[in-house]
């Protein structure tokens, strides 16, 4: 079964709609309270805007979409002045979820927050961008585009991915080969090796390195068998979500400092503590064993709550 029949089958009780539809349904947000008074505010309504459009207005794969079938998402952009005029800084957070089969519930599959995002934007610039000419004419200009579009196709590859196994692997192969041709300059960041050990090089390059194919399973497991079970067999989805878990151990312990195993807990630290705190003694002791080992972030909490 393909991935938009299944994705339409999750969607079942949502009202069906018949108009043709991108994949995304993003809402972009830019903070701009850190930017001085020199700069009309207009300028990142117009920047909101055109962000806004350019995600939702785009064809991003060849696939059809019915209008509850976008994938929901959020780009959350946070400014910070430069020096050169109409320059920005910016953190960028990514949020996507993906609906859980039978319910209205919606799972989140990638909560991750890129600091390394400059750009140049004058206000009412059209925003280009062209697969084949990434890196564009001026550096500055085409990294704007380049990121957003470089967070689309990883937001689309992670969600086919949780609907049919490795289906994301195309879109991770978009991703990359933004990685491959990305703007080149003194400040744009993110898209070498040497930039950081946690960035948007090694995301796709983890997804994309045969000796980490695992992980793929893991999403595919994680949502489909796991979390789309949850409200018809609660205790067998538990069960396939403490395999994932398992999964993950073995991984990490032939794959240490990978970037992918930190991303894949991002934002699920409340799920998995709901999931497991009705499970067996023994099942929810084995699941606070992991989870304290591979979210050390969370250690804590699940320390303290799966007790």
Known sequence: MN????KFLILFLLAANIAAAQELNAKVTINSSQIGSTVNKNTFQSLQTALTTFLNTRKWTADKFLINERI???FLLILQPTQEANVYKASLTVQAARPIFNSTYFS???NYQDEDVTFKYIE??????NENRVAGVDALTSNLTAVFAYYAYVIIAFDYDSFSQRGGVPYFQKAQNIVNNAP?????????AFDSRRNRYWLVQNMQNNAYAIMHDVYYNYYRKAGDKMFE???????????VLNLLNNFNAENSNTMILPFFFQGKTNELIKVFSKASPQDKARASEL?????IT??????????
């Not at 009412?124 to 961008?129: A, S």
């Not at 080149?184 to 070498?192: E, F």
């Not at 067999?233 to 395999?243: I, S, W």
């Not at 989870?291 to 979210?295: H, S």
């Open 108 to 110: 989140p599959i990638i």
């Open 124 to 129: 009412f610039q059209q925003l280009e961008f």
């Open 72 to 74: 929901d998402c959020n």
């Open 3 to 6: 991935y938009c029949k299944i």
């Open 184 to 192: 080149q300059g003194r400040s744009v960041l993110g898209w070498t």
């Open 298 to 307: 969370n250690a804590a909490r699940y320390k303290g709550e799966l007790r």
């Open 233 to 243: 067999d609660e205790n067998a989805a538990r069960v396939e979500m403490l395999n």
């Open 291 to 295: 989870l304290q080992k591979l979210d």
